[in-house]
């Protein structure tokens, strides 16, 4: 190594078959046969043949002609006026000033720059130059959506559709899957002369039969209810079963419209805005049947009360709530008052027996006994419930006084206008004088009340 240097340093022009590293050397280097594998005598030529590998900091000036393979390796710094016929093959950068084939590579980089990539590109600005044929699409253009054209098959299809405004008729069976919605007036017609109308006009909704048939909703229970707008529960109105029509909320009528039963409409049960009827129109009777029959005022006062059976009573009531109240009741018999009977005249068909002689009263209710003779009794039997009611008249005509008498049972003065007293133990017997009237009246069992004229 040191004859090296110093042949350098003695400016020694060569040095034969020796390997250095890491050479500086200012000034010109001449080399007999090659460097790496390259004959540099060939770069001295103006056209090279040979295929050329340079590696390092090289740089190749003038006119140069590579007819083969040209392979720049990292660190070559300049190729300059030379043309390459042919494979040019470089590690590293190229760095080009001035053009490429007329080309000015600067401006290049800058229009390359502003450039999308082909792989997924993305654009700003306005996006132009660009047509459907570029992208595949040149059958597309910019017809508006009405115009654009439809195949054959789609226009088959769309053939058989009807307009939105259209009328749709549809013949045969149809399956609907989903909900049929038709907007406000639009009219569902059913029929074939369109006889059943269904629509809803944007208030109200309405089932109508525009024919000249009946409108029948037929089903084994057929309900109608009320459907609360806020909550949307749904009140049962009426129900239509076998067993008949069923009201749960009641019947709603306007003033004189009326209720009307039977096939002729005989009975009528309306309010005419003062009173309220119930009016058998036809020609049999008003019959009102039950068990007990109570009829009662708005206060719920009973007025009549009839009870049932063939010797059930009808019992009158004056104002009161009681059962026991009763002021006139029927008897198999007759009629038993309660209280004081005023009355502008009393008629009837009371017997007349013209008497003289004792009389046990057995029979003598309903009867006007006249005594003609002298001084005798007459004994009554003592009186029931059953007798409730009953009374007998006796006149004294005779030449004497009569004694009246009565066993088990009571007599008990009746004084004009005042309700009789009870309250005493009563008086077996009593004398009528000699042209004296006495009515005896039974009022309760063992109870007779007597009044009249000539009683002691």
């Known amino acids: 190594m040191s004859s090296f240097y110093e042949n350098l340093n003695q400016n020694t022009p060569s040095a034969s078959n020796t390997t250095f590293e890491n050479i500086i050397v200012d000034g010109n280097i001449t080399v007999t046969g090659t460097v790496d594998g ?10 090279i043949a040979n295929a050329v590998s340079i590696v390092g900091d090289q740089s190749i000036n003038g006119s140069k002609t590579f007819l083969q393979q040209l392979t720049l390796n990292t660190g070559f710094n300049s190729l300059a006026n030379s043309s390459l016929t042919g494979n040019l093959s470089v590690t590293g ?54 115009n654009k054209p439809v195949s054959t098959a789609a226009q088959t299809a769309l053939n058989a559709k009807a307009d939105d405004n259209a009328v749709v008729k549809l013949a045969g069976n149809q399956t609907i899957t989903g909900n049929l919605i038709l907007d406000d007036n639009v009219i569902l017609k059913v029929g074939t002369g369109e006889d059943l109308n269904i629509h809803h006009d944007g208030s109200a909704s309405y089932i109508s039969e525009d024919g000249t048939g ?31 029509v069923h009201f749960y909320q009641g019947i709603t009528l306007n003033d004189s419209k009326k209720i009307k039963l039977g ?115 007459y004994s009554f039997a003592a009186v029931s419930s059953d007798d409730v009611g009953k009374s007998v008249t006796v006149i004294n005509t005779g030449t004497a006084s009569i004694t009246l008498s009565i ?46 004229s000539g009683i002691i």
């Open 38 to 47: 390259v004959d540099l005598s060939n770069l001295n030529t103006d056209s």
């Open 93 to 146: 950068n190229i760095s080009v000033s001035g053009t490429v084939d007329g080309v000015d590579i600067d401006a290049l980089n800058t229009t390359v720059s502003g450039k999308a990539n082909i792989a997924s590109p993305t654009f700003t600005g306005t996006v132009s130059g660009i047509t459907s044929a570029m992208v595949g699409l040149g059958n597309v253009d910019n017809t508006s959506d009405a």
């Open 214 to 244: 009946d409108l029948r909703i037929h089903g084994q229970l057929v309900k109608i209810g009320y459907k609360d707008p806020t909550s949307g529960t749904i009140t049962e109105q009426v129900n239509v079963g076998s067993t008949g």
């Open 263 to 377: 096939t002729g409409d005989d009975l009528e049960i309306y309010h005419d805005g003062s009173n309220s009827y119930i009016k058998d129109v036809g020609t049999g009777n008003l019959v009102i049947e039950a068990a007990d029959l109570s009829l009662s005022d708005s206060h719920e006062f009973r007025r009549v009360y009839c009870t049932d059976g063939a010797s059930g009573a009808v019992q009158l009531y004056y104002g009161d709530t009681s059962a026991t109240g009763s002021k006139l009741n029927t008897t198999n018999t007759g009629v038993n008052i309660t209280g004081t009977l005023n009355a502008d005249a009393l008629t009837g068909s009371q017997t007349t027996v013209v008497n003289s002689t004792l009389q046990t009263a057995t029979n003598f209710f309903g009867k006007r006994m006249i005594h003609t003779g002298g001084a005798v009794t």
């Open 407 to 452: 066993t088990t049972s009571k007599f008990y003065d009746l004084t004009a206008g005042v309700a009789p007293d009870y309250s005493g133990s009563g008086s077996s017997s009593h004398t009528l004088l000699k042209g004296g009237v006495a009515e005896f009246i039974v009022t309760e069992a063992n109870k007779m009340i007597i009044l009249g």
